[in-house]
């Protein structure tokens, strides 16, 4: 099992910066793809990032590509969402996802999820 904190979120300025992070425990965390995944008023949950066990291997969906970049520590078990240049339409709740070994940015294949943290971005 694997237990998911996220943390971060809040409200900001359209153009500003936030970080988001995701606290892992439960199991060996560098076995772990980690993604981002947010789900904003009224619209479906969809990909945001994912990084590789090692980290040396990310994609960003196309909304964020320059604008947000993941990372992660595995010796402090977390993984980070950098956020720059924010838009209103970057406004939702944005999720902290595991699963083990395997590409994916679907979010049905992530085994494990966080309880979401809020963004929310304003004009």
């Known amino acids: 099992q694997v237990q998911l904190v996220e943390s971060g979120g809040g409200l900001v300025q359209a153009g500003g910066s936030l970080t988001l992070s995701c606290a892992a425990s439960?199991?060996?965390?560098?076995?772990?793809?980690m993604g981002w995944f947010r789900q904003g008023p009224g619209k479906e949950r969809e990909f945001v990032a994912t990084?590789?066990?090692?980290?040396?291997?990310?994609r960003h969906a196309d909304s964020v590509k320059g604008r947000f970049t993941i990372s992660r520590d595995n010796a402090k078990n977390a993984v980070y969402l950098l956020m720059n240049s924010l838009k209103p339409e970057d406004t939702a709740v944005y999720y902290c996802?595991?699963?083990?070994?395997?590409?994916?940015?679907?979010?049905?294949?992530?085994?494990?999820w966080g309880q979401g943290t809020q963004v929310t971005v304003s004009s």
């Open positions: 990084i590789s066990l090692s980290g040396i291997s990310t």
């Open positions: 439960g199991r060996t965390f560098s076995a772990l793809r």
């Open positions: 996802a595991a699963k083990r070994e395997g590409f994916s940015i679907v979010s049905g294949d992530y085994e494990y």
